[in-house]
Antibody, heavy 118, light 110 residues
Framework: EVQLLESGGGLVQRGGSLRLSCAAS????????MRWVRQAPGKGLEWVSA????????YYVDSVKGRFTISRDNSKSTLFLQMSSLRVEDTAVYYC???????????WGQGTLVTVSS | QTVVTQEPSFSVSPGGTVTLTCGLN?????????PSWYQQTPGQAPRTLIY???TRSSGVPDRFSGSILGNKAALTITGAQADDESDYYC??????????FGGGTKLTVL
């Protein structure tokens, strides 16, 4: 059974940093690209970032470029999102998702809440 | 900037049929965008319904179907049930590793 378990969310001040983790199990983690998707309170889903299976390629939505870094540790089946220079508008539930073929999100974690205070 | 458009809300009667659409502000949606659809109820993670335009995810009832209608991707629910009342999101793949979500459609069954 595929499981994705996010952690690391919490309350942080504007301008601060936070590192999210997503522990994966039930599939060959190192063979699949992964994504982060977020949802601000009462708003829709937003694709944030993606990383290739090897970690060699990374992609970001324009609003987080230069502030967020996606990475992965394939030896530990874990995905990360390092967030810095956080803004109030980064407040959201952050979901990690596994990439299915072709090019969709086939499994989702339950999400972790990040709250950025002013 | 590419914007993926969806109807903000839609209503369907129990047992009825509804088609939600997913468009692009900059042109037509085709299968090359690998449209996918997700269902979300409040407080829950999204659930994958349809991928690659018209392939149902494992365990999804066949009353959910995907297609291209005109210049948009479409999700059709046939024989709507009360527990289909949810938010529905489409996603389009734009290339270069980037995907974009539509704004979502809030479906009411009444």
């Amino acid at each position: 059974e595929v499981q994705l378990l996010e952690s690391g969310g919490g309350l942080v001040q504007r301008g601060g940093s936070l590192r999210l983790s997503c522990a994966a199990s039930g599939f060959a983690f190192s063979s699949y690209a992964m994504r982060w998707v977020r949802q601000a309170p009462g708003k829709g889903l937003e694709w944030v970032s993606a990383i290739s299976a090897s970690g060699g390629s990374t992609y970001y939505v324009d609003s987080v470029k230069g502030r967020f870094t996606i990475s992965r540790d394939n030896s530990k089946s874990t995905l990360f999102l390092q967030m810095s220079s956080l803004r109030v508008e980064d407040t959201a539930v952050y979901y990690c998702a596994k990439r299915g073929d072709p090019l969709y999100f086939d499994y989702w974690g339950q999400g972790t809440l990040v709250t950025v205070s002013s | 900037q590419t914007v993926v458009t969806q109807e903000p809300s839609f209503s369907v009667s129990p047992g009825g049929t509804v088609t939600l659409t997913c468009g692009l502000n900059s042109g037509s949606v085709s299968t090359s965008y690998y449209p996918s659809w997700y269902q979300q109820t409040p407080g829950q993670a999204p659930r994958t319904l349809i991928y690659n335009t018209n392939t149902r995810s494992s365990g999804v009832p066949d009353r959910f179907s995907g297609s291209i209608l005109g210049n948009k991707a479409a999700l059709t629910i046939t024989g709507a049930q009360a527990d289909d009342e949810s938010d529905y999101y489409c996603v389009l793949y734009l290339g270069s590793g980037i995907s974009v979500f539509g704004g979502g459609t809030k479906l009411t069954v009444l």
